[in-house]
């Protein structure tokens, strides 16, 4: 029988007939994968569960085609203090989001799977840091994920080595930072402790401190992702 198990996330669904949703899943190995849930929404479906947003486990699908099905789930983690949470779950949300963006069907997304992973375990169960902080370095790291790593060191115009003195201005379009000469009146200024946490991040991923609810970055971070991914993510405008 033609049937895969793949370990994946729940990204997104549409309610679909009576009773059944479409999934839209992540899976390190294929990507985005579309599957049907069929009878889901029946009470007491096997399927429930395994058919919920942000829900992790081993999903076994029948393919027919190019058409897959779910059949059974084991599932992992279901992120359920998510939900008690709305700010947090609106950033999850936002998350899920960006990698439904991301994500190509038959594409391996093993970085971006890890990313999303890692992200809703911060955002769900480390409630000492702040949910911006993480939203923070999440959108760095997918940055770097997807191929748009800022350039944090050499000014992105004219590849100067930058100084580590003050304000730093991040130009979107060009993909960095600025020095002085090239930057004008710049107005996405940030301060040598926002670059330097965000070199940080980028070298050690979550493991460096999340502590700070820097709303200022977040701003910028998102305007920088959304016009590299050029969409415009809901749960995104809610933030921070
Ligand atoms: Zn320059």
Excluded at 25 to 35: A, F, M, Q, S
Excluded at 117 to 133: F, K, N, P, S, V
Excluded at 234 to 239: C, I, M, S, Y
Aim: glycine residues 6%; charged residues 20%; aromatic residues 8%.
């Amino acid at each position: 029988m033609p049937s895969e198990t793949m370990n994946a996330i729940v990204l997104r669904y549409a309610n679909y007939r009576e009773r059944d949703r479409m999934l839209s899943l992540l899976t390190p190995e294929h990507g985005r994968v579309e599957v049907l849930s069929r009878g889901c929404r029946r009470p007491k479906s096997p399927l429930m569960t395994a058919s919920e947003l942000f829900v992790q486990g081993e999903y076994v699908v029948f393919r027919t085609g190019e058409r897959f099905t779910l059949t059974a789930c084991t599932v992992a983690d279901t992120f359920y203090p998510l939900r008690l949470e709305p700010y947090r779950l609106t950033c999850g949300t936002y998350m899920l989001g960006l990698c439904q963006v991301a994500a190509q069907p038959e594409q391996p997304a093993e970085g971006l799977f890890s990313l999303l992973l890692r992200g809703l375990t911060h955002m769900t169960y480390c409630q000492d840091e702040a949910a911006i902080a993480i939203m923070n370095a999440f959108l760095l790291l997918y940055a770097s994920e997807i191929g748009y790593r800022p350039r944090l060191n050499h000014c992105a115009k004219c590849k100067t080595l930058l100084s580590q003195e003050g304000n730093a201005h991040l130009d979107i379009q060009a993909g960095g930072l600025l020095c002085n000469a090239c930057a004008g009146n710049h107005q996405n200024s940030l301060t040598q402790e926002q670059v330097s946490w965000m070199r940080d991040v980028l070298a050690r991923g979550f493991e460096v401190a999340l502590t700070q609810a820097d709303t200022a970055l977040f701003n910028i971070l998102r305007r920088y992702v959304e016009s590299r991914i050029e969409s415009t993510i809901k749960a995104g405008r809610l933030l921070p």
